[in-house]
């Protein structure tokens, strides 16, 4: 069994959904040294979270953001606003979508569905870089 562990911090990000696979892929390139095994890519905050999902038309990121914003608007009434009215909608949203993800890997790359790719989900409309735990775990290639 092989393990590898990087950290990526993303820069700053507008509010919305954010393809990031490119940016996991550069930061632990080990993928390719397995044969079969896991990515757990974890989000270290409470404003923001990680999804998969569709990875082909942007429009879905825009569609995913006016969703998660019908379904915890920022004009509900909160008791936590201390840091703005963006941020208790941003942890409900990270609460709902998730902080990790668990991808398989596959003869050296994430077995990913042919529409799939991982968003950034920002929730706050100004979040400053955030930062993920990637792991990597599997049987590498046997010669």
């Known amino acids: 069994?092989?393990?590898?562990q990087r950290k990526l911090i993303l820069s700053p990000k507008s509010?919305?959904?954010h393809l990031i696979t490119r940016d996991i892929l550069k930061q632990i390139p080990e993928i390719?040294?397995?044969q079969i095994g896991f990515l757990q890519a974890f989000l270290?905050?409470?404003?923001a979270s990680i999804s998969l999902n569709?990875?082909?038309d942007p429009d879905v990121r825009v569609d995913m953001e006016t969703a998660v914003n019908h379904i915890c608007p920022e004009?509900?009434?909160f008791i936590h606003t201390c840091e703005g009215s963006d941020d208790m909608p941003a942890h409900v949203k990270?609460?709902?979508?998730g902080c990790q993800l668990m991808v398989p890997i596959s003869e050296g790359e994430l077995a990913l569905g042919t529409w799939q790719g991982?968003?950034?989900c920002e929730h706050r409309n100004q979040g400053g870089p955030r930062r993920l735990v990637l792991t990597v775990f599997g049987q590498p290639y046997q010669p």
């Open 1 to 4: 069994m092989q393990w590898y």
């Open 15 to 17: 509010r919305g959904f």
């Open 32 to 34: 390719v040294d397995i």
């Open 44 to 47: 270290q905050h409470t404003s």
């Open 54 to 56: 569709e990875n082909a």
């Open 75 to 77: 004009d509900m009434p």
């Open 94 to 97: 990270s609460s709902l979508i």
């Open 118 to 120: 991982v968003y950034l």
